[in-house]
């Protein structure tokens, strides 16, 4: 399996999405508040995923853009989540920069401008459960 | 000892591209009983079936195994084949091939392994197998269509036509169901009242024809060419032989806050009501919810001002028995609560409206006499916003899993009706996909868009905003041009999911007619029996069955009607031998059977018993072969063993598990 099938795969293990369950009716991208800041928009994040362009994914403006809101997730008429996917595309990209994703008593060191405030919007959500 | 031939069917592909067919005609040659062995491509063909004829005749068969696909499939075919060649048709016994082995299967091996399986456990139960004769059963020739929209007055003209008896029973006041409700209908734009009431009249003067409306089916027994309706007439209130119809007790009574359930609750109705001026029966009945002589014992106006002394404060339902050769279900269909679907905000505004409540505004005797306004301030709007699937298409828990199918048809029309009455509105669609098979379908949505400028956009709305000035913001996906629109609206028209009529559960459950996990009936084939239920004499007509528009419900009303017809034209049924017979010898009377009978086959007779020599009279189990369906639950009730099924005896079902097991 080439690398880019690999990181896709790990995307969907990881949210536990199923891509191809998308009808593509944009119910994401029409609902996603920070819609106008991303580059790839919400819709499109699931066809990347499916079509394994995860390199284009994590260069993207949307990964930090995501506000982690789950207005996606919890309107997606097919249960394809978005939301989800990008929260895991940016674990995916926090992991290979040598990280191991986050403990809840790492935050407090964590908090600098370095940061992405999304980042530890999807982490707290993550530990709370 | 049986002379058994087996026949193993390649099923095309469908059965040797994953069984080794020869191996098991190989392997089935060495079971006890079997003399005769072969296979072939299409056993169900001609050639198939003079194949197991000549083996018959020539290796004097007395009973034969057919390896093939599902008995729902062919065992008639087979049964019907091999009675041809002299044998007794429950001689025959099937071995499911294809949907029990080959269909389910990759692996040849395996499936080959299975398959000698299955038919050597047919091959064990034929070897019990003794010749049966079907009994006889009259057919009372009158049929019961359940639902008075236009599926049912379709079906039950038919029927009628045909020379036979129906009645319909309605459950609300009036006949003509949602069809009455439309304003016109798709792509011809003819008015839909113009072409529904006239079938209304046609049904109500058809002297073949019996109305039962502001009724509902009680209770169901029988079987299939004599079955037993329970009809409940419910209290109308109103005496039907001496009310004229004059409508002066609608227009005096003074509780007039009741929501129409005509208009879909956009404005309100008197206690006593017909739900429309042209229901059929014009005879209106008293909602005793609603009514102040019935709450609270005060007011009787309705009765004071009758001439004609129609007004029976004192009626009380009334119970119809009647007998049914055959049964039509046609209980349409309503739209789905919009509850989980707060991001449209129906409850919260009053401009966010249904397809259906669009239907009653467009029509010139609803709400607002068919002028196009806004319901919370009755302004003209000036731009509207259709929203496609609405809780159709969803695979989440909030929706419907399936399409809808009319709605990208009613609204287009919707779209274009807007657009000609009034070209200073603006309309906008939001659509996923825009389907529209149907003859002369696509060509009206094309109109729409090239003729009306009806501005469609791909892509879902995300939420609509209610604004301080009454506005609606409608946030929504351009998935073409990659953007999203924010939109002012004066009114969004949302294209909510149908589903089955809530009371259909009810009654497929008296019938005992599958439904799915929709609410939808069953069909007895999806493609070869689209409009017969698996429960024999049940037909579907309309909706009920699936979604579909006008035209498929009444081409499926009258083939439902053809199928009852062709049922009510026989004078006697053959039913089914396979039923239930209790051993006299070992039955103890305890009655554990009568009580577990679902048709009230199982009676008992006091009976002089020679029990090896010894002669005394004992009470025993008696089966009536007309009432018994062979459900087999006495066979398993009895605590002494008496009870057998016939065909599937217990002797039988153990030699098929042994057979399996060995």
């Known amino acids: 399996m080439s690398h880019a099938n690999n990181q896709a795969e790990k995307i969907k293990a990881i949210s536990g999405v199923n891509p191809l369950k998308c009808m593509k009716c944009g119910k994401c991208s029409a609902t996603c508040p920070a819609f106008n800041e991303m580059d790839i928009k919400p819709h499109q994040f699931v066809s990347y995923v499916q079509n394994g362009d995860i390199e284009a994914l994590a260069n993207s403006k949307s990964l930090w853009k995501c506000l982690s809101c789950f207005a996606c997730v919890e309107r997606c008429p097919r249960d394809v989540q978005p939301g989800r996917l990008i929260d895991a595309a940016r674990q995916i990209v926090v992991r290979t920069k040598g990280q191991t994703g986050l403990a809840p008593e790492e935050i407090p060191e964590l908090l600098d401008s370095e940061v992405p405030q999304q980042l530890l919007v999807s982490a707290f959500r993550r530990y709370r459960r | ?662």
Request: hydrophobic share 35%; glycine share 8%; charged share 25%.
């Open chain 2, 1 to 662: 000892m049986q002379r058994i031939g087996v026949f193993v069917c390649h099923c095309g592909s469908n059965i040797a591209a994953t069984v080794d067919v020869k191996k098991v005609v190989e392997m089935v040659q060495m079971e006890p009983g079997v003399v005769h062995a072969e296979d072939y491509q299409y056993m169900c063909s001609e050639a198939g079936q003079a194949k197991i004829a000549a083996a018959i005749h020539e290796k004097n068969l007395t009973g034969i195994v057919v390896c093939s696909c599902s008995p729902r499939m062919h065992e008639t075919t087979f049964r019907t084949a091999a009675e041809r060649a002299g044998l007794n048709p429950y001689m025959v016994e099937i071995a499911n091939l294809r949907e029990h082995c080959s269909w389910i299967h990759k692996d040849m091996e395996e499936a080959t392994k299975k398959a000698v399986i299955l038919a050597r456990a047919a091959i064990a139960k034929v070897n019990l197998n003794t010749p049966l004769k079907p009994g006889e059963s009259l057919v009372t020739k009158r049929a019961l269509v359940i639902g008075g929209g236009i599926a049912g007055i379709q079906t039950a003209i038919d029927i009628a036509d045909a020379g036979y008896e129906v009645d319909i029973v309605e459950k609300t006041p009036s006949i003509g169901g949602r069809m009455s409700q439309l304003d016109k209908t798709f792509p011809t734009l003819d008015c839909s009242a113009c072409i529904l009431t006239p079938k209304m009249v046609e049904a109500a003067s058809h002297e073949k024809i019996t109305i039962y409306t502001y009724s509902e089916v009680d209770k169901v027994s029988g079987f299939v060419g004599d079955f037993t309706v329970d009809i409940r007439k419910k209290a109308r209130s109103v005496d039907a032989t001496k009310c004229t119809g004059c409508g002066v007790c609608q227009e005096k009574c003074p509780s007039k806050k009741a929501p129409s359930e005509f208009n879909r609750g956009l404005n309100t109705r008197s206690a006593i009501y017909t739900p429309f001026a042209q229901a059929i029966p014009n005879v209106p009945v008293i909602d005793r919810d609603a009514c102040m002589k019935f709450q609270t014992g005060k007011c009787g106006v309705c009765e004071k001002v009758c001439q004609a002394g129609a007004i029976d404060y004192t009626q009380k339902d009334e119970i119809v028995t009647q007998k049914y050769g055959a049964i039509v279900v046609a209980t349409g269909f309503d739209t789905i609560k919009l509850d989980n679907y707060d991001e449209y905000a129906y409850s919260q505004s009053k401009d966010v409206i249904t397809s259906l409540e669009l239907e009653r505004i467009m029509n010139a005797a609803g709400p607002t006499k068919g002028h196009l306004e806004r319901l919370s301030d009755g302004k003209h709007p000036h731009e509207i916003v259709f929203i496609q699937c609405v809780g159709s298409r969803c695979s989440d828990d909030r929706g419907k899993s399936y399409c809808s199918k009319i709605c990208c048809m009613y609204t287009a029309k919707h779209a274009m009706l807007i657009r000609d009455k009034y070209p200073d509105v603006n309309v906008t669609v939001f659509y996923i996909d825009v389907r529209t098979p149907g003859k002369n379908f696509d060509e009206f949505y094309r109109r729409a868009v090239e003729e009306y400028g009806v501005n469609y956009i791909k892509g879902q709305v995300g939420k609509v905003i209610p604004q301080p000035d009454g506005k609606l913001l409608v946030q929504g996906s351009d998935l073409l041009d990659n953007k999203q629109i924010l939109k002012e609206a004066d009114m969004v028209v949302l294209a909510t999911a149908i589903e089955p009529e809530a009371s259909v559960r009810k009654i497929a459950t008296m019938l005992t007619a599958s439904i799915d996990t929709n609410n939808f009936l069953t069909e007895a084939h999806p493609k070869l029996r689209p409009v017969e239920s698996p429960t024999a004499g049940v037909f579907l007509s309309g909706v009920c069955q699936g979604p579909k528009d006008i035209p498929e419900t009444v081409a499926q009303a009258g083939a439902a009607a053809v199928k009852a017809i062709g049922l009510l034209a026989k004078d006697k049924l053959m039913t089914n031998p396979c039923t239930a017979k209790a051993d006299e010898l070992m039955c103890n009377g305890c009655s554990t059977c009568a009580n577990v009978c679902p048709y009230g086959a199982i009676s008992y007779e006091e009976k002089e018993i020679n029990d090896h020599g010894i002669r005394e009279v004992r009470r025993v189990a008696v089966v009536n072969n007309a009432l018994c369906q062979g459900c087999g639950a006495c066979t398993v009730a009895c605590p002494s063993g008496s009870m057998d099924l016939q065909g599937f005896s217990n002797r039988q079902i153990i030699a098929e598990v042994d057979a399996i097991c060995r």
